[in-house]
């Protein structure tokens, strides 16, 4: 498909939108930048308290740095080159943290702008009361206005078509390859602003105002998506904020030090280092680019999350609940045999199925029809207004035609026809029970009350589907198949795909039920759904999938909705959201063994007594070797800040996700990320030091010190 169309309106050009996936690439740097500065505004700052204490820290220390004569006291351990550096690793350190924040933040914005793309300069064919038709900016069309919108045209808003049949590609809004026939009566009128009419011509009664489309309600959401910090990112805050506080009595403990063991007095600036070195500065400056980037991920599945919350939650599940009809199978059963009653023959109940599925246009119903038409069944003819249609209904499950002659043909499942009076003679019943074993669906062909015999319906477990619950399983997620089959069925299908528990014959109440029973015993919950019917339940639920081929109400009351509309995206999206954990734990325990190391390159440096010796008692902890005590500060500030862009590129892709058991993970975190954390310090710091000796080293760096002496004149490195 290409990036833009051609049409013949006065639109002229309509660009296409890019997946999520894509979407990233259109982030501007200039914006990123812009938007990682304007993230140095206090307001942003102090939703993030280690980071505030940094960009605090680093406020006060310029401070100290700029007008150094306004505290005398500072004058005896003063050095206008050494608090002039760590001012500016200070900086660094913010800067790099509200610019990974910025990164993770743009690539989400990218997809909105997309879709904004989409509406720029839409125009529609408005039909007056005349019978004529003129051009208007879409932003001026009402709730009830009638549009015409022709083939290579763009369908300026949300509406329902009211005549004629089109061919509508809606790649652009749900990034499905393949375009769906849209017209008028059914079930199939409604259309989406910002998708594209490939064959027909159809006429659209606008359904929705400029600002509260679908198309503007996506925008929304993604625009919105990941701004407020999840319960678990909340208390990983609290529990940094802890932990600085902790280490801020540790560091001032310091000075008390100094005093009781005769080190010259230690530089309020390795004092702020030494604080900014050991507070948990990494996972502080990326907590927020992780818990954005996972809205991201879930946007790349083509998936709109509301809030960041959902993502969360899909880690963190207990049980899931799964449709077995497209989601656990294939979806669409399909009728595989006939079964005769005994003294029943079988062109009669041939001819009664025909009858009774003859208006069913359900897969199911059109499949009964062909099998029954290869198999020689000719039903009579019916004329208009001789009969009358008796419609499916989850409450009476069974569905047929009242003849002319009065009498019922009629289908449906075993307990529903027992219940209308049906009386089963023993052998349909055991040769149910025995298809049922198998996994199929019996349904019973009557002629009134009179069971004529059996149709029998077989689905299909997807490939891969019981790889995929096991998987599940291994993460620790329970896992209930709802179907409304009878519970021989419902058990065979159960145990191909290997889900815990099964629910059979269900109504549309029971997920909320099942909802209801396993949130009272603690556990988070997630579901789909796409009718009115789920909306109570999707709402309940800690984590709702909406399918966007779902009525409005169950898309309002999810807090995701899937574009692709497939039910089995809830595995995906629960594998999304254990990733976003797993890189928050991965990169914590990183951020906390990389800051061990750094106590080894600072405390030397602190306890250094006159004649610039180190402690007789501390110098064991010197194993890097560092022999400048202001060099080795100033190495294992920059590394420190220097740690947070190299990590940037992980927090956005998340750390590699395997179904593992939480021992597992544990182990497989320790090893990786801590191991890996207190080795990468250690190796870091000590080459940045090298660097800043060598550099610290030339003429020019000299020149520089001179000059800076020069304008704040109380001493160099």
Not at 428 to 436: C, L, N
Not at 504 to 525: D, F, S, Y
Request: hydrophobic letters at 50%.
């Amino acid at each position: 498909m290409d990036a833009s169309v051609e049409s013949e309106s006065p639109l002229v050009r309509v660009p296409a939108l890019p997946t999520a996936g894509r979407g990233a690439s259109h982030t501007s740097l200039r914006r990123v930048l812009g938007d990682s500065f304007r993230l140095f505004h206090p307001r942003a700052q102090l939703r993030h308290p280690v980071m505030f204490t940094v960009y605090v820290l680093f406020l006060l220390l310029a401070v100290l740095t700029l007008v150094p004569r306004a505290f005398p006291d500072l004058a005896a351990d003063y050095s206008a080159t050494y608090y002039l550096s760590a001012t500016v690793i200070l900086f660094l350190t913010v800067w790099f943290g509200t610019l990974s924040e910025a990164i993770a933040e743009a690539r989400g914005r990218a997809q909105a702008d997309s879709l904004r793309e989409i509406k720029g300069g839409i125009r529609a064919r408005r039909i007056e009361a005349a019978g004529s038709s003129v051009w208007v900016p879409s932003s001026q069309l009402k709730i009830g206005d009638l549009i015409a919108v022709e083939a290579s045209e763009t369908i300026p808003i949300d509406g329902d078509v009211v005549a004629g049949a089109a061919l509508v590609d809606e790649s652009m809004m749900t990034g499905e390859s393949q375009a769906v026939m849209r017209e008028s009566g059914g079930d199939k009128t409604g259309v989406l602003g910002g998708t594209r009419v490939l064959q027909g011509s159809i006429r659209v009664r606008v359904t929705a105002t400029e600002g509260h489309s679908f198309l503007d309600r996506l925008i929304e959401l993604v625009e919105h998506a990941g701004r407020e910090a999840t319960p678990n990112e909340l208390a990983l805050s609290v529990l940094l904020a802890s932990l600085t506080i902790a280490l801020a009595t540790v560091v001032v403990t310091f000075i008390y030090l100094a005093d009781s063991t005769g080190i010259a007095t230690v530089p309020l600036a390795t004092l702020i280092a030494l604080f900014v070195c050991l507070i948990p500065t990494t996972i502080g400056a990326l907590l927020p680019a992780i818990g954005i980037s996972g809205i991201n991920r879930v946007a790349r599945a083509n998936v709109i999350a509301k809030s960041g919350r959902a993502v969360e939650a899909a880690g963190d599940l207990d049980v899931l609940i799964l449709d077995k009809t497209g989601t656990i199978t294939i979806g669409n059963r399909l009728a595989v045999q006939f079964v005769p009653a005994p003294d029943v023959p079988a062109n009669e109940l041939l001819e009664t199925a025909l009858l009774a599925s003859a208006l069913d246009e359900t897969p199911e119903g059109r499949s009964i029809v062909r099998l029954a038409a290869r198999r020689g069944a000719v039903a009579p003819r019916l004329e208009p207004g001789t009969f009358q249609v008796m419609p499916f209904t989850p409450e009476r499950r069974m569905s047929g035609l009242t003849l002319p002659d009065g009498s019922l043909a009629v289908k449906g499942s075993i307990s529903a026809m027992e219940g209308a009076g049906v009386v089963l003679p023993p052998a349909v019943r055991q040769q149910a029970v025995d298809a049922a074993r198998q996994g199929m669906t019996p349904l019973v062909i009557a002629r009134d009350r009179r069971a004529l015999g059996l149709v029998l319906l077989k689905d299909v477990v997807k490939p891969g589907i019981r790889d995929r619950i096991r998987e599940l399983r291994t993460m620790g997620i329970r896992t209930i198949m709802c179907t409304g089959d009878n519970r021989l069925t419902a058990a065979a299908v159960a145990k191909e795909a290997g889900v815990d528990e099964f629910i059979a014959e269900a109504k549309p109440e029971t997920k909320l039920l099942v909802i209801n029973r396993e949130k009272a015993q603690g556990r988070l919950v997630a579901m789909t759904g796409d009718g009115t019917n789920d909306a109570p339940a999707l709402a309940r639920a800690d984590v709702g999938l909406a399918m966007n081929s779902g009525t409005g109400a169950a898309k309002e009351a999810g807090n995701m909705v899937d574009l692709d509309s497939d039910p089995t995206k809830l595995i995906e999206i629960v594998s999304i959201g254990k990733q976003l954990l797993i890189t928050r734990g991965a990169l914590t325990t990183f951020s906390i063994t990389n800051d061990v190391a750094k106590y080894f390159a600072i405390l030397p440096a602190i306890f250094v007594v006159a004649g610039g010796t180190v402690l007789a008692g501390v110098a064991p902890l010197n194993i890097l070797g560092l022999s400048d005590p202001a060099l080795a500060v100033l190495s294992a500030l920059l590394f420190n800040a220097l740690v947070i862009p190299l990590l940037i590129p992980l927090a956005l892709a998340g750390v590699r996700f395997r179904p593992r058991s939480a021992t597992d993970l544990l182990r497989r975190n320790l090893l990786a990320y801590g191991v890996g954390g207190l080795v990468s310090a250690f190796v870091g710091i000590k080459l940045v030091y090298l660097f800043l000796a060598w550099l610290y080293a030339q003429p020019i760096a000299t020149a520089v010190a001179q000059a800076v002496g020069h304008y704040l004149p109380l001493g160099g490195l």
